[in-house]
């Protein structure tokens, strides 16, 4: 089908999501669970999934082949994702506020789905069932843009999905796949003006800015994390490299992980020696892939590394690469953040009260923590059941985005023949 047809079924099938209620919703989620782990339709998934990797082997690094990949394992926390879902209050149709006013009209902001939610990804194949099952729940049809990478795998996924929503009497084109994984399809959905209520782009800088560029339809920033930590002069060192390590290392392939370290220059001479042995000697030691450390001119006198260019803090690795910077202050730590940062997710390492007050107030970005990894920023962790994505913007979202981010409201107005 072409990008315009989809469009087409996915308005036409609006009216019926945003009528069925919330017990409806909820047994079509939990059947499209259920379909993941359908022995036909897993082995049918990782197949596809296979011929997926086969063809990107080589295109890309394989910290991006770790994202691209599916197991019975990540199938089975996809299913798991979407049954958090169900158990989540239904947004559509709660009252936000109501009002009374003099004349006896009863004014109740009442909360809706938006519509019709486009989500253009590259290649995280879990986006598809994520992104499914937040629209559905909050009463929305989704139209999903996979990257090429991950098209065979996300189509597999959807077919699975589809068989959940058929079973609950909702249309299958609640849910709808781009055939078109071209540039082309991507500026269709930008400028679908009319059939597209809101376009979520969850991917690298260049998608983002294109996005932001060209859509003429409402559309939210979402993902690129240049995600830093600080390590304050009266951090815990132990917990500080735990925390850096995290991380850095955990899953450097996705947006919440940290790309920059920021280290006070009172504890630089004793931390940095300890980061490059855990970063880098240990992890060789045990067959691990070290990380690349891009020292700035302060750190490189502490450690060995590769020299730091000023780009490299401006640029979202997703690999086992982190940029060092040597800073005075936590003045200095907040500044260069907000110089350089996405405004995803930053943390400080301390003990200092104080500093993590400064810290949390001057920092600009989505989540601010103290004493923990950036790694938590995520939907599921936060008890969002899973995410549409990270808003790294302010209007209307910020942050990991939920149910209660995929509906907009309007106001239902009751009164007894009241005329103005």
Known sequence: MTTQEILIQAK??????????????????????????????MAAILEANQRDIDSAKGTISDVMLDRLMLTKQRIAEMADGIREVVRLEDPAGTVLSETVRPNGLVIRKTRVPMGVIAIIYESRPNVTSDAAAL??????????????????????IVQALQTGLEEAGIPRTAINLIEDTTRVSANEL????????????????????????????????TGTGICHVYVDKSADLSMALKIVENAKTSRPSVCNAQEVCLVHKDIAAEFLPKLKEVLCENRAASGKQPVELRLDTEAAQVIDGTPAKETDFDTEFLDYILGIRIVDSVEEAAEHI????????????TSDAKAAEQFTAAVDSAAVYVNASTRFT?????????????????LHARGPMGLAELCTYKYVIQGNGQIR
């Open 190 to 221: 930008m400028t679908a003006e009319g059939f597209i209520d809101l376009l979520i782009p969850r991917g690298g800088r260049g998608l983002i800015r294109s996005c932001v560029e060209h859509a003429t339809v409402p559309c939210i920033q």
């Open 135 to 156: 629209a559905l729940k909050s009463g929305n049809v989704c139209v999903l843009r996979s990257g090429k990478e991950a098209w065979r795998t996300c189509h597999a």
């Open 12 to 41: 036409e099938a609006k009216t019926a999501l945003a009528l069925a209620d919330t017990a409806r919703k909820n047994t079509a989620l939990q059947n499209m669970a259920d379909a993941l782990l359908k022995p036909e339709n």
């Open 338 to 349: 907000n110089q350089h940062s996405t405004g995803h997710s930053e943390s400080i390492v």
């Open 378 to 394: 995520d939907g599921g962790v936060f008890g969002l059941g899973c995410e549409m994505g990270i808003s790294t913007q302010k």
